[in-house]
């Protein structure tokens, strides 16, 4: 358990050594036979400060001689373990310990028959590299960069190796053009807008490529074109801007060569937008490509969104404003015998309607009459008058 516990704390800590984390004395003391109490010199890492760095691999300890040397080394502000109350001396380390004195860009490592030997682990800073701009980078070996030339071609660039010998490599003979120039006699010029080079070390203005459909550059020298974004479009090739999607329209994906009519239903009252938006309950819209939904006029109603035609009003029904969801049911008096309209009639003297909706009225019957418009019901004929006739408004004397 007690081993587990230390080694997930240093799997915490990626690559060969334990840089930037103090292990408890008390975590280190549950190991057995490995010198790592020996460790006693705390530095801060990366620098020439003779310390012992614990090797998570091996279980071993090593001098720490891997550094970074000027503006680089801020950045690596971290520190070597030591253990103080079990520090007697280097000597007493294990014999695993590899205790050469090594360069400044070497390190001290331990070979597969356990003998310690100096291996380069960087170059010098690339400000002393002739013929490029100084700049801080990292120099481990291995590590390739690609940096500015101070020599012909103008504005030119070279690729160096920090070399397995400490020394940087260029990987070409000469300075070459970056990405999105070209040669041109001693001077690497910018590719124009709307044309690109994804190639480095080219030769001629005929090296550059038009940008295809869908795509842009807005500005000269570079290596690779821009998709339109969402709401525009470019339809043609060798192009530096897009166009905007109008009102009415839309382009919902990037690289779009053109943009897509809003559907019926649907508008767009802005340009270059990535949807079209639906008509709203109490609208619609019968054609493609509209930049506003019509009005349902009096009469007529939309009770769903993306209507491509308003409803008439049925029978019975009536709706005297515009833009709205529903129709309104006649009230008892009145009635509606066509569809669509803004109004009901009222029932004339000598007939009534008793229920809403209704799509007609009804004719007094025999024995009753009705002398108003608009009524619910017909009035007895009282006693001593009669009415032989229906739909009457008056009774007469028997």
Avoid at 58 to 67: K, T
Avoid at 160 to 188: A, H
Avoid at 373 to 388: A, E, L, T, V
């Amino acid at each position: 358990m007690e081993v587990f516990v230390l080694l997930s704390v240093l799997s915490l800590i990626a690559g060969e050594y334990d840089y930037g984390y103090r292990v408890d004395n008390q975590l280190l003391k549950l190991f057995n036979d490995t010198g790592e109490r020996s460790c006693c010199k705390e530095c801060i890492a990366y620098t020439n400060c003779q310390s012992v760095n614990y090797n998570k691999n091996n279980y071993s300890c090593e001098l720490n001689y891997q550094h970074i040397s000027g503006p680089g080394k801020a950045i690596h502000a971290e520190y070597v373990y030591m253990d103080r109350s079990h520090c007697f001396s280097l000597a007493s380390c294990s014999k695993r310990f590899c205790n050469l004195s090594c360069n400044a860009n070497e390190k001290c490592v331990l070979t597969s028959m356990n003998q310690p030997a100096c291996i380069i682990t960087e170059c010098d800073p690339t400000a002393t590299i002739l013929d490029i701009s100084p700049e801080h980078v990292r120099r481990e070996v291995g590590l390739s960069h690609w940096l500015w030339c101070t020599v012909p071609p103008t504005d030119s660039i070279q690729l160096f190796t920090c070399d397995t010998d400490g020394q940087w490599v260029k990987n070409y003979s000469s300075c070459v053009c970056w990405y999105g120039t070209y040669l041109d006699g001693n001077v690497c010029k910018k590719c124009q807008e709307g044309k690109y080079l994804p190639y480095y070390n080219k030769k001629g203005s005929s090296s550059c490529i038009d940008c295809p459909a869908g795509y842009y550059t807005p500005v000269p020298g570079l290596g690779k074109c821009t998709a339109c974004p969402i709401g525009s479009y470019q339809s043609s090739h060798g192009k530096s801007f897009c166009d905007i999607c109008q009102a009415g329209k839309y382009s919902n994906v990037e690289a779009a060569t053109f943009c897509v009519d809003c559907l019926e239903g649907h508008y767009q009252p802005d340009p270059g937008q990535g949807n079209c938006i639906a008509c709203p309950i109490g609208s619609y819209q019968s054609s493609h490509g509209k930049s506003f939904c019509d009005i349902c006029q009096a009469g007529s109603y939309s009770d769903v969104e993306a209507a491509t035609s308003c409803l008439d009003c049925p029978k019975g029904h009536f709706q005297p404003e515009s833009g709205q969801d529903n129709c309104i049911a006649c009230p008892i008096g009145s009635y509606q015998s066509s569809h669509g309209k803004s109004s009901c009639d009222i029932c004339q003297a000598g007939s009534y309607s008793d229920v809403e909706a209704a799509t007609s009225c009804l004719d007094c019957p025999k024995g009753h009459f009705q002398p108003e418009s608009g009524q619910s019901n017909c009035i007895p004929c009282p006693i001593g008058f009669c009415q032989d006739t229906i739909g009457e408004t008056k009774c007469d004397p028997c």
